[in-house]
Every structure is written in C-alpha cells, then in structure tokens.
C-alpha cells in the first residue's frame, strides 16, 4: 500500500463541502455536509472520523429541530467519510496520519435522509482527499 503522507508534506486543514440533490445544480439540495480534513497529532496513526457535534441547521441557517433525524444525518455522514476513505484505500492509497471532522450539516425540511447526507459526505470527503498535494 502506498501511503499518502509519504508523498506529502502537512497538509494543515482543508475544508470541503459536498451536496445531494436529486437534480444537478439543484438550488436547493436535500443535503450538505461540510468536512475538515486534517494531520493527526501522530503521523503514522490509523484515519479516524470524528463527529462528535457538528451544527446541524436547515436552509434558512436556522438550528436543524428534528434531534433525531439529526443522529441518522450525522451517522449517515460518517458512513459516506468512510465509504470514500475505503475507495481511496482500496487504490492502495493509505491515509494514515489524516482526521476527518464533520464541521456543519445543512439539511431540507421535507426532503433530507440518511442516504442523502451518505452521499453529500461521500462527495465532501472526496474533494478533500483530491486536493491533497
């Protein structure tokens, strides 16, 4: 397995955002999901996730009310950070050395899901990563 920070000097933090709609371009997806990626205190440690307590707000910027559609947004979340981790991996890119934070949520009233915020996440993490030097 190559590993990424071999290549690679710190890289600080990125942030990146990703979006799910059902319509491309859509102004008002069903999710975004902002992620922070960064170096871990210890270079050689195993990626790692943490979502501890992200904001969680609507459309309007207001705070998200439903408590627990927001559990299943924010594991949905994790679930995509890791599916795009694994992809990378499974190029045999290794990303030890590297935290994911999820930073912000931005769901629809009607429309979000835990499948929507996977996908936003999974889009999210994979910019990050992309922008890697």
Known sequence: MVEL???????????????????????????????????????SAPFEVAYDDPECVNQSGEKYLDVEAEKYFIAGAARGIKDAVGHYESLGVG??????R??????HEVDSSERAFWLAAKNAMAACLVNIK
């Open 95 to 100: 990303l030890n050395g590297l935290t994911a």
């Open 5 to 43: 920070k071999a290549h690679r000097t710190k890289i600080g933090a990125i942030r990146c955002s990703g979006r799910a709609s059902d319509v491309t371009g859509s102004p008002t997806p069903f999710a975004i999901v902002s992620v922070e990626l960064s170096d871990a205190k210890d270079p």
């Open 102 to 107: 999820i930073v912000r949520l931005v769901a």
